[in-house]
Each structure stands twice: as structure tokens, then as C-alpha cells.
């Protein structure tokens, strides 16, 4: 049995951030084992990469048939899906392809074993017939797309997000169950390339995770432009019948059965860990009853040697966070348990149209959590950017606490979205009051004028 300094499972961004970093920091025998043809994890090979492809060129094409609300005239915009699909994979190809990631790892002294990993012992993984040792692991599995039990759905069959972008033809119309992040986004695309959609969504509106006023303008936005919204329902039977699905749903506090019909259905209800196949339960290792791992605050399971980092800790499912917490879990465990884990503070796109920004608390949770909440809003119809850009869909709303000045959380709807949030996010993590926020001089014509107009229009509630 080969011995390692430290073995990490999984190839994806917590997992090549932890390699570096223990590189880096000195360790001498570093080992990476996947079992995918493709390392890199699921985020630039089938997530969120391909995802974003597919909704620029949706975006151009959206664009290119609103060519008359800029006094332009295009004779006809059209598309075809192989070319878009192509368009995506030159794109996975330059993250991914050709070796890359293996090439990046070969550079950085890391070895690269090939399989599917499992614990055998608290020290000790199986690949195949293969055994190896480590002073520590780093778990950086991934995750999983979540498959509710819905009578009918697994012989009904359906597609996830992983087929929305692999797709060799479009189905006339869809049911996605599931009006998150994931579900919008594959909306987002199958609508703007001609496929009838339907969305279900259990909460009481759309993005369940954000603000209320911000997913009640995405929701409007969506409606205008042909999709069909039910929030507060849910699918309780799934049938195939005549080529197509069958959904039955039912709706509100009273259950109202409505039975919904498409060519096809997606799942898009959420994401979990991959813990499972691992057998944790041989290296000690325990789970919560949603299959998450309990980790304390430097990422360490109960067993000592073993850490979670990225979407398998199962705690905040971006990329971006996977990233930290790979460095993290490398620092802690070749180095000493000396960095903790903090995710208070971490901002978040849903590339749709209009786009959403966010980081911290809403107001919702602000009032729940007993502080004297101020609120400040701007409308991106009054900036002038929104108007020449025809983008004036959206808001910028900043929830703030009244005793301390402080800033609770950003929440913005419209172009550019994702990108402006940042400075919400920059001005929590500083500790950078609102009013300063609202002080500061900001360029003309932007969208980030939106933020210091929100700021300064923060009142108590």
C-alpha cells in the first residue's frame, strides 16, 4: 500500500485549490483521485460554465430580435442549437480540454490516480484493487442533482441540468420542476430558443432564497415573456402518456389539483453532497441525516485526519466557495488546524434576464433575526444607464441595521446584476457603514449608481 501525505478525492475547484495550496505549503507527496475522463469537476465541464455559454447566446439572440427598440432593423435572428452547442464546447475545451488540468497538476508534483475512491479504514482508501494511505484527506466530491420521490417520475423519465446542455434537439415544451437558481437558468435558455415552458415551484415564489421583491421582478419578467409561473405547488405524479409527460400538480394552502402537460420534464430541485459512495462510515466519518457531513469549523470531520471542502460539505454550493474552502481544508490539514471557515460573507449570481445579485440577508430574515432594519431601494428606471442600455427592469435594495450603521445585505435585480452586488459585498465585509456607501461619488451613467442612490435611501422600517 502506498503511503501519501495527503490524498484529496475529487478533481473539481475545492480539489485542485487544496493541491496547490499544499504544494505550495511544502507537502512532499500529494495525490488527486477521480474517476471522471475530464478532470475539473462538474462546474466548468457540465455546471456552470456551459450553462453560461448557453445563456450568452441566448442573450445575443434576444438581443439581436430587440434590434428595433435601438432603431436598428436585423431582417431575421435566428439560431441553430448545434452551433450554439458548439460554441459551448470550444468554451469547456479551453478550461478543461487537451489535458489541461492533468498538464497543471504534473507541473504542481501532484499524482493523479484514476477511480472511484472509497474508505476502507480511517487511513486508507480502495481504487479498484488498489489500496492507499494518507496522514490526511481532503474530500472534495462534488455534488449531486437532488431526485424527489415523485410517483411516476423515474419511469416517466426526465432531464436535469447536465442534459439541458448536451441537448441535440429542443422539445416543444417543458415542465421544470423547481424555480431555483438552476431551474430559472435552464428556463432562461429553453424559452429564449422557442420551447414553451413551465415552472413549479414549491415556496411562494420563484428564487426561494431571494429577497421577495427581487423574485416577484424576475417572476413578472419571466411571465411577460410567455412562461407559465406556479409557485406554491407542487408536483405530486408524474405519466407519460402520448409521447409526452403528465404532470399533476396541486396548488396553494388548498391543494387544488391541476394536471399539467409537456413534451418533457426537468428536475431541477436542488443539489446534495456525494458522500455516500465514499462509506464514510469506515473512516469514521459522520453524517447528518440529509447525508452532509458534520464538520466543525476548520472543516475537519470526526475523523481528524479527514476533511470536506467545496459542494460536499454541503454548506454554501457555489464555486467560488469551493474554491476557499479547498484552500482552507489544505492549510488546516498540512499545516495545523489554525484557519476557520467563514461564510458570512459571500456574494451570488443567477445569470438570467434580469440578472440577480446578492449577498447576506433579506429583509425577511433581518426581521427575524430581532434588529431595528432600515431599508434603501432604487429603481433601475431612474438611472441613466438603464435607459440608454434598455435595461430599466430592476432594483437595487440594501437592508441595513439602524443602531449600527451597518450594512446587512444587497440584493439587486437587472443588467449587471452580479457584477455591481460586489460592492455591497465589499462595503459588509469592511465594516463600511451605509451612509458612507451613500457618500461616495459614483460614476455616470452606471448601474452602480444604483447602489449609493440605495444607500442613501435607507430608512428605518
Do not use: W
Not at 119 to 146: L, M, Q, W
Not at 228 to 253: C, D, L, P, W, Y
Not at 345 to 373: C, D, K, L, Q, Y
Not at 427 to 442: E, L, R, S, W
Amino acid at each position: 500500500m502506498r503511503i501519501f501525505d495527503l490524498i484529496i478525492v475529487g478533481s473539481g475547484s475545492a480539489g485542485i485549490s487544496a493541491a496547490e495550496t499544499a504544494r505550495e505549503r511544502g507537502t512532499r507527496s500529494v495525490a488527486i483521485v477521480d474517476s471522471a475522463k475530464r478532470l475539473g469537476g462538474e462546474c466548468p465541464n457540465r455546471g456552470c460554465v456551459p450553462t453560461k455559454a448557453l445563456l450568452r447566446s441566448t442573450e445575443i439572440l434576444s438581443l439581436a430580435r430587440r434590434a428595433g427598440e435601438f432603431g436598428l432593423r436585423i431582417p431575421r435572428a435566428d439560431f441553430q442549437l448545434r452551433n450554439i452547442m458548439k460554441r459551448k464546447v470550444r468554451i469547456t475545451d479551453a478550461l478543461t480540454g487537451g489535458g489541461r488540468i492533468e498538464g497543471v497538476l504534473k507541473r504542481l508534483g501532484v499524482e493523479v490516480i484514476r477511480g472511484t475512491a472509497s474508505f476502507v479504514s480511517p487511513g486508507s482508501i480502495a481504487v479498484g484493487n488498489k489500496r492507499y494511505g494518507a496522514k490526511r484527506f481532503i474530500v472534495a466530491t462534488g455534488s449531486e442533482a437532488v431526485i424527489p420521490p415523485i410517483p411516476g417520475l423515474q419511469e416517466s423519465g426526465y432531464l436535469t441540468s447536465e442534459g439541458i446542455v448536451t441537448l441535440k434537439r429542443l422539445p416543444k415544451s417543458i415542465i421544470i420542476i423547481g424555480g431555483g437558481p438552476i431551474g430559472v437558468e435552464s428556463a432562461q435558455i429553453l424559452s429564449e430558443l422557442g420551447v414553451r415552458v413551465t415552472i413549479v415551484e414549491f415556496a411562494a415564489h420563484l428564487l426561494p432564497r431571494e429577497d421577495d421583491d427581487i423574485a416577484d421582478i424576475v417572476s413578472s419578467a419571466f411571465q411577460k415573456r410567455g412562461m407559465i409561473v406556479f409557485t406554491a405547488t407542487q408536483a405530486v405524479r408524474v405519466e407519460k402518456k402520448n409521447g409526452g409527460r403528465r404532470v399533476v400538480v396541486e396548488i396553494g394552502i388548498e391543494k387544488k389539483r391541476k394536471t399539467l402537460a409537456a413534451e418533457a420534464v426537468l428536475v431541477a430541485i436542488g443539489k446534495r453532497p456525494v458522500i455516500t459512495p465514499l462509506k464514510p462510515e469506515k473512516a469514521g466519518i459522520e453524517v447528518d441525516k440529509r447525508g452532509r457531513p458534520k464538520l466543525n469549523e476548520f472543516l475537519q470531520t470526526s475523523n481528524p485526519a479527514v476533511y470536506v471542502a467545496g459542494d460536499a460539505a454541503g454548506q454554501m454550493l457555489f464555486t467560488h466557495v469551493a474554491h476557499e474552502q479547498g484552500i482552507l481544508a489544505a492549510t488546516n490539514a498540512v499545516g495545523g488546524d489554525t484557519v476557520t471557515s467563514d461564510l458570512r460573507i459571500v456574494p451570488r449570481g443567477t445569470f438570467i434576464s434580469p440578472e440577480v445579485g446578492s449577498v447576506g440577508m433579506t429583509e425577511t430574515e433581518a426581521r427575524a433575526a430581532g434588529v431595528r432594519v432600515g431599508v434603501g431601494s432604487a429603481a433601475y428606471a431612474t438611472l441613466g444607464k438603464a435607459l440608454v442600455s434598455g435595461e430599466t427592469d430592476g432594483l437595487v435594495k440594501i437592508i441595513a441595521d439602524m443602531d449600527s450603521g451597518l450594512i446587512l445585505g444587497g440584493h439587486v435585480v437587472g443588467a449587471a446584476a452580479a457584477e455591481i452586488v460586489h460592492e455591497i459585498a465589499l462595503a459588509m465585509f469592511a465594516d463600511v457603514p451605509y451612509a458612507t456607501v451613500a457618500k461616495m461619488i459614483h460614476a455616470y451613467p452606471t448601474y452602480a449608481e444604483g447602489i449609493g442612490a440605495a444607500a442613501y435611501n435607507v430608512q428605518a422600517l
